[in-house]
């Protein structure tokens, strides 16, 4: 008998690196690499403790952010003098209050998503596998032209 302790610490990366996985793959891959057979609930509840570490990593290094900004600001006090932001564009991650955040310290700075978070959202649509190769090919495009001509390719 395996306990709760032991999926995590074994399964840690794979859960880190596929958070949609399924509890029932959990529980073929417990059975297959360890060689016990579990039921789902213990597979929930060692998830459960994956991502609760996984979270608890995440605060440690956003508390750190502001020590780096710092340290920044110390070794590089000219290179951080974005005035009001015009002319630059920041690219994050959908975090909750970060674009308010920005838009506050830097009003005319341009803000984008980042085009991976941007496709998981779209993605979680339902859409259709091919159309996972059109996303990338459009997020690539280097100009306006070229932009347009990827979409008049998805029209056609």
């Known amino acids: 008998m395996v306990?709760?302790?032991?999926i995590p610490d074994h399964f840690e990366a794979t859960i880190r690196d596929h958070p949609?996985?399924?509890?029932?793959?959990?529980?073929?891959?417990?059975?297959?690499?360890?060689?016990?057979n579990v039921n789902l609930t213990r597979c929930k509840r060692a998830k459960k403790r994956v991502?609760?570490?996984?979270?608890?990593?995440?605060?440690?290094?956003?508390?750190?952010?502001?020590?780096?900004?710092d340290e920044l600001r110390a070794k590089n006090p000219a290179d951080l003098d974005l005035e009001d932001g015009f002319g630059f564009?920041?690219?994050?991650d959908q975090q909750k209050g970060l674009e308010i955040a920005?838009?506050?310290?830097?009003?005319?700075v341009e803000?984008?998503?980042?085009?991976?978070?941007?496709?998981?959202?779209?993605?979680?649509?339902?859409?259709?596998?091919s159309c996972e190769f059109?996303?990338?090919?459009?997020?690539?495009?280097?100009?306006e032209r070229d932009l347009e001509d990827k979409f008049e390719g998805q029209k056609r």
């Not at 920005?102 to 005319?108: A, F, K, M, T, Y």
């Open 102 to 108: 920005i838009n506050d310290i830097l009003p005319r």
């Open 3 to 6: 306990n709760v302790a032991v």
């Open 51 to 69: 991502n609760e570490r996984l979270s608890g990593n995440f605060k440690a290094e956003f508390a750190l952010l502001w020590d780096y900004a």
């Open 89 to 92: 564009t920041i690219i994050s």
């Open 111 to 129: 803000h984008r998503n980042c085009a991976r978070h941007v496709f998981a959202n779209w993605i979680g649509r339902k859409k259709p596998k």
């Open 20 to 36: 949609k996985m399924k509890l029932k793959e959990i529980q073929q891959r417990v059975a297959s690499e360890i060689h016990v």
């Open 134 to 143: 059109d996303f990338w090919e459009i997020v690539k495009a280097t100009d």
